[in-house]
């Protein structure tokens, strides 16, 4: 149980163009998710929680605009990166808190690597 | 504003040595703190999940301990194997409901 999935799994975009990414969590309900963003041999850096229903609360230095995070229910929460540039080439990975869970828990995603030339 | 901080940055050991690895956090008012592995390119793999009220987690060779007011963890690995070989993530939660903040990680290499 608790398993999360991304898709895709990876992409490569030109710079310019708009890539989405989908969080879902499959076997479980999350009212939150939340959205890490990793550069190479760095850590997970927190980027935005998404909440079901409503507007997500980004991190200082993440700019709303340019990272556009939907939660319209409570397994799937999509990350679009607009006008992607070469320096947002990045490991994008997300994870999901279950509703309810008694641990606060959070199960994550595979990751979805994107690069853009 | 909390901070985690993992030591060693990278460590190498042969086969079937004991190891113990360290994470420290700065704000000791933590929720839980979990410890990770990730492969590399790949996501990652829970391993530990300690709540603030316990002192230790054990899973199979493994074996977590928080000392939360001095603002410490570690993993102690038993008998590591080359399959061991990854980067290990400590992270915490400081509220309930609210994101996990990482270490670095510590990359552990086992030679066979």
């Known amino acids: 149980g608790a398993v999360v999935s991304q898709h895709p799994s990876w992409v490569i975009c030109k710079s310019g163009t708009s890539v989405k990414i989908e969080c879902r969590s499959l076997d479980f309900q999350a009212t939150t998710m939340f959205w890490y963003r990793q550069f190479p041999k760095q850590s997970l850096m927190l980027m935005a929680t998404s909440n079901e229903g409503s507007k997500a609360t980004y991190e200082q230095g993440v700019e709303k605009d340019k990272f556009l995070i939907n939660h319209a229910s409570l397994t799937l929460s999509t990350l679009t990166v607009t006008s992607a540039h070469p320096e947002d080439s990045s490991f994008y990975i997300c994870s999901a808190r279950p509703s309810g869970g008694a641990q606060n828990e959070q199960f994550f995603g595979p990751g979805t690597r994107l690069t853009v030339l | 504003k909390q901070e985690v901080t993992q030591i060693p940055a990278a460590l190498s050991v042969p086969e079937g040595e004991n190891l113990v690895l360290n994470c420290s956090f700065t704000d000791s008012a933590i929720y839980n703190l979990q410890w990770f592995r990730q492969d590399p390119g790949k996501g990652l793999t829970s391993l530990l999940l300690i709540q603030s009220s316990q002192r230790e987690q054990t899973s199979g060779r493994l074996n977590a301990s928080l000392d939360k007011s001095s603002g410490r963890s570690t993993l102690y690995i038993a008998a590591s194997q080359p399959g061991d070989s990854a980067t290990y993530l400590c992270?915490?939660?400081?509220?309930?409901?609210?994101?996990?903040?990482f270490g670095k990680g510590t990359t552990l290499s086992v030679s066979s």
């Open positions: 992270a915490v939660v400081g509220q309930a409901g609210t994101a996990l903040i």
